[in-house]
């Protein structure tokens, strides 16, 4: 029964968009039991022919658009990407080579040719800390490790802290990147319902009442991909609900220098269980991997054996260039510029899409766009790609069995100028989808 509407679809007699029967009327024209319709249809969404959607139905999936969306990079083949986030400036490439020069010129050029520690260089460490004290309060370098990124931070931990078969707390909508390593280490996302990107406490005490959960994963500041910020109180309720239960937070801080008036974070809030990942890609470069953990002392030994088994290190290079930048002022300058152009470029789509529900913070380069019931996002992202315009739905970021229609942008690495024509493609593209 699946090959046989595998192959209508692959022959286009079921074109992509077209709703499938209901599982009984299915089983009724092939004369069999409801639970085989529904192994067939299963079988049909594990090819990724299908999809399903709670409340409406079945949908054959347009066979062009990969089942990953939003987990790749955009193909160099022309089209432009609200895919990725890649935020920059222009003055970014002088940046780079005035660094590199103030490396060339130090002394001990040998020293970077070598392993480094696992944690990262003591001295690196303690520049990171000090740095981030104005916004999480005092912090030990000792517990601070240097990684390869925000995704190494976040995979060490599913690593060295975590084991297959864990259940994690995670809102509905979610980083993809945290997906991405749940599933290599296996680890079941358990999602918990919320309000525009704000987790809601008591759902999450009834998930933990229904089940045993290990962790929570959290992006309470500035929320991938709603742009959330949790307020006081829910932090407050959340920790005590994860005291109670004695579960691990961990908090995604990838956006949070976006927010110049955060709540406290949940690590200066309850430090004995919290993993704290950040890291520089969104502030300074996506192509400099450098990123930081700070975790309990409990947890250290564990996160530097993971350290140890994936990258060994941080290369030297990177962290040197990272930290000088650190000391010297252009981070802090280049935050700033980054605030001020995602400012404006989320400005220029609100009002180019004004009319339309869009869900964001005011300083991010991307946005969340809810789409009106009965409205698919497939035919949406399909006429984008034929408009040369690469863009994702919800698929990549629901943790739950039904996905919302909805349609991510994430306009960080686009030329200005050639912003509002962008997305008035966008608009066009939803409306046809909303007269069809």
Known sequence: MAETLARAISDGSLAPGAKLPTHRAFAEQFKVALATATR?????????????????????????????????????????????????????????????????????????????????RAHERQIVAKHLASTLGPIDPK????????????????????????AVATDTLTYPGFKSVAALQGLDLVPVEGRD????????EQQCHARKLRAIYLMPTVHNPLGAVMDETTRLRIIEIVRKYDLMIIEDAAYAFLEANSPPSIVSLAPERTIHVGGFSKSLATGLRMGYVIAPPCNIDSLLEAIRATTWNTPAIITSLVTGWVEDGTLAKSEDIRRQNSAEQQRLCRDTLEGLRILSHQNASFAWLPLEKGVRVEPIVTRLKEYGISASGAEPFATTVAVPQALRLAFGGVPKDDLEGIFQTVREAVAEAQVS
């Open 40 to 120: 067939a249809y299963g079988e049909l969404e594990r090819r990724g022919l299908v999809v399903g959607e709670a409340g409406r139905g079945t949908f054959v999936r347009d066979q062009g658009l990969p089942i990953s969306l939003g987990i790749r990079q955009t193909p160099s083949d022309g089209l432009i990407d609200l895919v990725f986030n890649m935020p920059g400036d222009a003055a970014d490439a002088d940046t780079l080579r005035t660094g590199l020069r103030r490396l060339a010129a130090a002394g001990d050029l040998e020293a970077m040719l070598r392993y480094q520690p696992h944690g990262g």
């Open 197 to 204: 990107g704000v987790m809601d406490p008591d759902d999450l």
């Open 143 to 166: 517990y601070l490790l240097i990684t390869s990124g925000g995704q190494h931070g976040l995979a060490i931990i599913a690593l060295g802290l975590l084991r297959r078969g864990d």
